[in-house]
Protein backbone atom coordinates (compact mmCIF):
# COMPACT_ATOMS: atom_id res chain seq x y z
CA UNK A 1 0.00 0.00 0.00
CA UNK A 2 1.23 3.25 -0.81
CA UNK A 3 0.83 5.76 2.07
CA UNK A 4 -1.84 8.86 0.81
CA UNK A 5 0.41 11.97 1.14
CA UNK A 6 0.15 15.87 0.79
CA UNK A 7 -3.67 15.88 -0.70
CA UNK A 8 -5.79 14.81 2.26
CA UNK A 9 -3.29 15.98 4.80
CA UNK A 10 -3.03 19.36 3.37
CA UNK A 11 -7.03 19.44 2.78
CA UNK A 12 -7.76 18.74 6.37
CA UNK A 13 -6.33 21.81 7.45
CA UNK A 14 -8.68 23.60 5.00
CA UNK A 15 -12.35 24.90 5.18
CA UNK A 16 -19.85 25.47 8.34
CA UNK A 17 -21.13 25.81 11.62
CA UNK A 18 -23.22 28.16 13.10
CA UNK A 19 -22.47 31.62 13.80
CA UNK A 20 -24.09 31.63 17.57
CA UNK A 21 -20.65 29.65 18.85
CA UNK A 22 -17.97 32.20 17.11
CA UNK A 23 -15.35 32.74 19.73
CA UNK A 24 -14.95 34.16 23.06
CA UNK A 25 -12.62 36.67 22.99
CA UNK A 26 -13.29 39.03 19.92
CA UNK A 27 -13.17 42.72 18.78
CA UNK A 28 -16.10 44.41 16.88
CA UNK A 29 -14.43 44.71 13.80
CA UNK A 30 -13.59 40.72 13.01
CA UNK A 31 -16.80 40.07 14.36
CA UNK A 32 -18.76 42.37 12.22
CA UNK A 33 -16.72 40.52 9.04
CA UNK A 34 -16.91 37.29 10.05
CA UNK A 35 -21.07 37.66 10.87
CA UNK A 36 -21.22 39.02 7.12
CA UNK A 37 -19.14 35.90 5.85
CA UNK A 38 -21.11 33.50 7.33
CA UNK A 39 -24.62 34.99 6.15
CA UNK A 40 -23.25 34.78 2.49
CA UNK A 41 -21.86 31.87 2.53
CA UNK A 42 -25.39 30.45 4.08
CA UNK A 43 -27.11 31.44 0.96
CA UNK A 44 -24.84 28.80 -1.19
CA UNK A 45 -26.11 25.09 -1.56
CA UNK A 46 -23.49 24.00 -3.12
CA UNK A 47 -19.54 25.29 -4.48
CA UNK A 48 -16.87 24.89 -6.95
CA UNK A 49 -13.89 26.57 -6.13
CA UNK A 50 -10.44 26.11 -8.25
CA UNK A 51 -7.57 27.52 -6.12
CA UNK A 52 -3.59 27.08 -5.52
CA UNK A 53 -2.26 26.19 -2.53
CA UNK A 54 1.10 27.29 -1.51
CA UNK A 55 3.06 25.12 1.19
CA UNK A 56 6.50 26.65 2.77
CA UNK A 57 8.57 24.97 4.92
CA UNK A 58 10.15 27.97 7.23
CA UNK A 59 12.81 25.13 8.59
CA UNK A 60 13.88 23.86 5.52
CA UNK A 61 12.85 26.64 3.20
CA UNK A 62 11.14 24.96 1.20
CA UNK A 63 8.20 25.43 -1.02
CA UNK A 64 5.65 23.34 -3.12
CA UNK A 65 2.91 24.88 -5.00
CA UNK A 66 -0.19 22.60 -6.44
CA UNK A 67 -3.86 23.97 -8.26
CA UNK A 68 -6.59 22.23 -7.49
CA UNK A 69 -10.48 21.94 -7.45
CA UNK A 70 -12.73 21.74 -4.91
CA UNK A 71 -16.52 20.82 -4.96
CA UNK A 72 -18.87 20.83 -1.99
CA UNK A 73 -22.31 20.03 -1.17
CA UNK A 74 -23.33 19.87 2.69
CA UNK A 75 -21.20 17.70 4.09
CA UNK A 76 -19.77 16.22 1.06
CA UNK A 77 -17.14 16.78 -0.28
CA UNK A 78 -14.50 16.52 -3.77
CA UNK A 79 -11.14 17.56 -4.54
CA UNK A 80 -9.17 17.15 -7.40
CA UNK A 81 -5.48 17.92 -7.46
CA UNK A 82 -2.36 16.52 -9.25
CA UNK A 83 -1.65 12.76 -8.91
CA UNK A 84 -4.19 12.79 -6.41
CA UNK A 85 -8.16 12.68 -5.43
CA UNK A 86 -10.87 12.59 -2.84
CA UNK A 87 -13.95 11.84 -2.73
CA UNK A 88 -16.48 11.96 0.75
CA UNK A 89 -20.01 11.29 0.85
CA UNK A 90 -20.36 12.35 4.06
CA UNK A 91 -19.78 8.99 5.36
CA UNK A 92 -17.21 7.31 3.51
CA UNK A 93 -13.61 8.96 2.59
CA UNK A 94 -11.96 7.49 -0.55
CA UNK A 95 -7.87 8.69 -1.54
CA UNK A 96 -7.12 8.11 -5.03
CA UNK A 97 -3.95 7.77 -5.61
CA UNK A 98 -3.47 8.37 -9.63
CA UNK A 99 0.12 6.84 -10.33
CA UNK A 100 -0.13 3.74 -8.11
CA UNK A 101 -3.61 3.46 -9.49
CA UNK A 102 -5.14 2.76 -6.06
CA UNK A 103 -7.85 4.15 -3.55
CA UNK A 104 -7.59 3.55 -0.10
CA UNK A 105 -10.89 3.66 1.90
CA UNK A 106 -11.81 4.95 5.56
CA UNK A 107 -14.79 5.45 7.66
CA UNK A 108 -15.25 9.87 7.49
CA UNK A 109 -14.79 11.03 11.10
CA UNK A 110 -14.38 14.62 10.78
CA UNK A 111 -13.93 14.61 14.49
CA UNK A 112 -10.18 13.16 13.74
CA UNK A 113 -9.49 15.91 11.86
CA UNK A 114 -7.66 19.37 12.97
CA UNK A 115 -9.92 21.15 10.40
CA UNK A 116 -12.65 19.33 8.16
CA UNK A 117 -12.54 20.04 4.18
CA UNK A 118 -16.49 20.44 3.78
CA UNK A 119 -15.77 23.77 6.25
CA UNK A 120 -13.23 24.85 4.34
CA UNK A 121 -15.32 28.14 3.70
CA UNK A 122 -16.78 28.76 7.43
CA UNK A 123 -13.57 27.18 9.77
CA UNK A 124 -14.19 30.41 11.67
CA UNK A 125 -17.25 29.80 13.01
CA UNK A 126 -16.54 27.13 15.98
CA UNK A 127 -13.70 26.52 17.86
CA UNK A 128 -11.99 29.90 17.57
CA UNK A 129 -10.75 33.34 19.48
CA UNK A 130 -10.36 36.15 16.68
CA UNK A 131 -9.11 39.68 16.28
CA UNK A 132 -8.96 42.08 13.11
CA UNK A 133 -5.48 42.41 11.42
CA UNK A 134 -6.22 45.37 9.27
CA UNK A 135 -6.22 45.17 5.48
CA UNK A 136 -3.79 44.78 2.96
CA UNK A 137 -4.09 45.45 -1.52
CA UNK A 138 -4.48 42.49 -3.71
CA UNK A 139 -4.17 44.62 -7.05
CA UNK A 140 -7.58 46.62 -7.09
CA UNK A 141 -9.33 44.43 -4.10
CA UNK A 142 -8.72 45.20 -0.55
CA UNK A 143 -8.42 42.38 1.36
CA UNK A 144 -9.66 42.66 5.25
CA UNK A 145 -7.24 40.25 7.25
CA UNK A 146 -8.86 38.49 10.43
CA UNK A 147 -6.43 36.07 12.67
CA UNK A 148 -8.26 32.80 14.62
CA UNK A 149 -6.67 31.25 17.24
CA UNK A 150 -7.92 27.85 17.95
CA UNK A 151 -9.19 27.54 21.55
CA UNK A 152 -8.29 23.77 21.30
CA UNK A 153 -4.71 23.95 21.96
CA UNK A 154 -3.84 20.30 21.40
CA UNK A 155 -4.87 20.98 17.40
CA UNK A 156 -1.43 20.78 14.70
CA UNK A 157 -1.63 24.51 14.01
CA UNK A 158 -1.71 27.81 16.17
CA UNK A 159 -3.15 30.36 13.91
CA UNK A 160 -4.93 30.59 11.13
CA UNK A 161 -5.10 34.11 8.42
CA UNK A 162 -8.13 35.14 6.42
CA UNK A 163 -8.00 37.38 3.58
CA UNK A 164 -11.05 38.49 3.03
CA UNK A 165 -12.47 40.55 -0.29
CA UNK A 166 -13.91 43.61 1.43
CA UNK A 167 -16.49 44.42 -1.80
CA UNK A 168 -17.60 40.56 -2.54
CA UNK A 169 -17.48 39.69 1.65
CA UNK A 170 -15.55 36.37 0.41
CA UNK A 171 -12.60 34.13 1.47
CA UNK A 172 -9.96 35.45 -0.78
CA UNK A 173 -7.14 33.41 0.60
CA UNK A 174 -6.28 31.60 3.69
CA UNK A 175 -2.96 30.90 5.76
CA UNK A 176 -2.60 27.92 7.94
CA UNK A 177 0.24 28.05 10.53
CA UNK A 178 1.61 25.30 11.51
CA UNK A 179 3.61 23.77 14.82
CA UNK A 180 5.71 22.16 12.28
CA UNK A 181 6.80 25.34 10.35
CA UNK A 182 4.60 24.30 8.17
CA UNK A 183 2.92 27.91 6.62
CA UNK A 184 0.16 26.42 3.89
CA UNK A 185 -1.66 29.06 1.96
CA UNK A 186 -4.61 28.35 -0.53
CA UNK A 187 -5.62 31.14 -3.02
CA UNK A 188 -8.61 31.00 -4.32
CA UNK A 189 -8.92 31.98 -7.89
CA UNK A 190 -12.15 31.35 -9.04
CA UNK A 191 -16.05 30.61 -7.16
CA UNK A 192 -18.66 29.06 -8.06
CA UNK A 193 -21.77 28.89 -6.11
CA UNK A 194 -25.36 26.90 -6.50
CA UNK A 195 -23.83 24.59 -9.01
CA UNK A 196 -25.54 21.74 -9.94
CA UNK A 197 -23.67 18.30 -8.76
CA UNK A 198 -25.36 15.02 -8.27
CA UNK A 199 -24.72 13.28 -5.52
CA UNK A 200 -23.02 9.91 -6.84
CA UNK A 201 -20.38 12.54 -7.79
CA UNK A 202 -19.17 12.18 -4.60
CA UNK A 203 -18.28 8.56 -4.28
CA UNK A 204 -15.68 6.63 -6.02
CA UNK A 205 -16.45 4.70 -8.51
CA UNK A 206 -13.91 1.93 -9.40
CA UNK A 207 -15.64 1.27 -12.47
CA UNK A 208 -14.02 4.89 -13.63
CA UNK A 209 -10.41 3.16 -12.44
CA UNK A 210 -9.86 -0.21 -14.39
CA UNK A 211 -7.52 -2.01 -12.62
CA UNK A 212 -7.82 -0.25 -9.19
CA UNK A 213 -6.14 -1.53 -6.22
CA UNK A 214 -8.79 -1.15 -3.26
CA UNK A 215 -7.59 -0.84 0.03
CA UNK A 216 -10.31 -1.11 2.47
CA UNK A 217 -9.08 0.43 6.09
CA UNK A 218 -12.37 0.58 7.89
Known sequence: MKKAITLFTILSLM????????????????????????????????IKASFTVNIKNKQSNTAVKQNGILYQKGKKFRVNMSGQEIFCDGKTIWTYLEDANEVQISKFNPKTM?????????????????????????????????????IDKSKG?????????????????????SKNG?????????????????DSYFKFNPKDKPGVIEIDLR
Do not use: C, W
Request: glycine share 4%.
Open 15 to 46: LVMPIDSISETKDNKSTQLLTKLSKTYKTYKS
Open 114 to 150: DINPSEIFTIYEKGFNHKYGGQISDGNRTIDVVELMP
Open 157 to 177: YFKVKLGIDKLASKIKEMSVY
Open 182 to 198: LVTTYVIQKFEPNVSIN
